[in-house]
């Protein structure tokens, strides 16, 4: 039983789709929080009428959005071409 | 006739099994969504529900695999067919009554492995498809996921720990609605594709598709998406409950770190062809987001019998799979037999759901 398991399994695929999983855990999870934090950093900055830091901050956080928009349409490419 | 009356209550019964899918499974799309009213509980599963649809059109290469990856297709009947469904269901309502979310794949890929061991030996079942398709990805996924969302947690409060609270906590709660939703889409693609390739074998069988041209009618993805859907915003407000609430209680960063290693670690096994169950992913990344906050904060109770349905889902499905196929050969090879069989299910049902009490939960949760 264990040789069959052994046999069966590819284990340098699954060793690539651990690795995989977890780069991209990390990469998406830092793109959304990066939204989050300069979007939010933005809005007080906005508020507060410190206008250079505020637009910086809103640039930054346009590009996180970007980043995560990447994320999901490269989610869906992948959902669709398997 | 007989042929063509067999086929529509095999299809009729696929679809059903479809329904228990979704209506099953809607926690591991929705339940940390709503633990952390990130959406409320009928716009969550009308979401997913949307998504599961949407899902199922996108591809059917889990279809092929159902259809032609477990068992040796020349072995499957209509009887094989009806009864590996059966099997599923009567697991689905199972789990579903005492709010544990299994597999419904593992579920029906046990009911399929099953009925045609029964019927036609071990020489008609691919063992080495069941330890790839089945057994690796059982113990695989959640380990994977529970790493990922330990991590995902980790650096969720790393980067936002500084910020004030508030606004961090509204952040999570709007990344909650597009991990929920690549989690949504995902299972539809998944799940959805595994009933098309149980209605495209009960079609090769009964002669209507020629199994050397192999594809799935546009009939049966619509019908499949359809069933899904509408299983998943029935919604199993036990599952949910069990998922949002009682392995552990959830704050917004949680939710959204087991959302999101949930979603990318099923999109990334898919990418390199690992078909891993989304219950088991998505259980595995909420106790992983537990884990990581404080090991005490996760009931492992509730996760252990979580783990024992697991461990039962694949043989029991497969042992009444087995048994409901010898009780339909007392009446023949025809349609009598599955007819029977689901007078009596739908008897059964009838009257385990007339004396069940509305829980608590759900009646909260329509309100």
Redesign the interface.
């Known amino acids: 039983m264990s040789v ?2 052994v ?4 284990w340098g ?2 060793g ?3 690795v ?3 780069v ?3 990469l ?3 793109a ?6 300069t ?3 933005a ?1 007080e900055l906005h508020r507060a009428h410190r206008e250079p830091a505020g637009a910086i901050y809103t640039v930054l956080a346009g590009l996180s959005l970007l980043a ?1 928009a990447g994320f ?1 349409v490269l ?2 490419v ?5 | 006739v007989n042929g063509d009356l067999l086929l529509v209550v095999v299809i009729a019964t696929a679809l059903t099994f479809d329904f228990t899918n979704g209506f099953h499974d809607t926690a591991n799309v929705v339940a940390t969504s709503i633990s952390t009213r990130a959406m409320t509980p009928r716009f969550a599963v009308t979401y997913a529900a949307i998504l599961n649809f949407a ?1 199922a059109f ?2 059917l ?1 889990v279809a092929a695999t159902v259809a032609q990856g477990l068992v040796e297709s020349d072995a499957v009947t209509m009887n094989i067919l009806f009864a590996g469904l059966i099997g599923a269901i009567a697991w689905n309502l199972v789990t579903w009554y005492y709010g544990l979310p299994s597999s419904s794949s593992h579920a029906l890929l046990g009911g399929m492995v099953g009925a045609v061991f029964f019927a036609a030996g071990s020489g008609a079942v691919k ?2 498809g069941v ?2 398709k089945v ?2 990805p059982a113990l ?1 996924s959640p380990v ?2 529970a ?3 330990g ?2 947690l980790a ?2 409060y790393g ?2 720990a500084r ?1 004030s609270p508030s ?2 906590r509204r ?2 709660k ?2 909650q609605i ?2 929920g939703g ?1 989690l949504a ?2 299972h539809g ?1 998944n799940d959805g594709q595994k009933t098309m390739g149980v209605m495209t074998l009960a079609l090769i069988a009964n002669g209507n598709i020629s199994a050397d041209h192999f594809h799935v009618p546009t009939w049966v993805v619509v019908s499949a998406a359809s069933a899904i859907a509408l299983g998943t915003y029935t919604g199993g407000w036990r599952i949910i409950n069990t998922m949002g609430n009682r392995i552990h209680k959830m704050d917004e960063a949680q939710g ?2 087991a959302q ?2 949930g ?3 099923i ?8 078909p891993l169950s989304t219950t088991h992913t998505i259980s595995g990344a909420v106790i992983g987001s537990g884990a990581a906050k404080r090991l005490s904060a996760v009931r492992w109770g509730v996760a252990g019998n979580i783990l024992v349905a697991w461990i039962l889902t694949f043989p029991a499905s497969a042992c009444t799979a087995g048994l409901v196929y010898a009780f339909t050969r007392i009446f023949g090879t025809g349609a009598a037999g599955p007819l029977v069989v689901c007078v009596l299910c739908l008897a059964g049902l009838a009257f385990v759901l007339i004396r069940r009490p509305v829980p608590a939960t759900a009646a909260g949760a329509e309100a």
Do not use: N
Request: proline letters at 1%; glycine letters at 6%; aromatic letters at 8%.
């Open positions: 069959a398991f046999a069966a399994v590819d695929a699954l690539e789709v651990v995989a999983a977890l991209a855990t990390v998406f999870t830092v959304v929080c990066a939204v989050i934090v979007g939010t950093r809005a995560l999901i989610g869906l992948v959902m669709t071409s398997k | 899902g996108i591809s290469q063992f080495d330890i790839e057994l690796v695989i994977l996921a790493l990922a969302a991590v995902a650096i969720a980067i936002t910020h606004p961090m952040g999570f709007a990344g597009v991990s690549l889409l995902s693609t959204f770190a999101s290693a979603a990318v670690s999109l990334a096994a898919s990418h390199y062809g690992f």
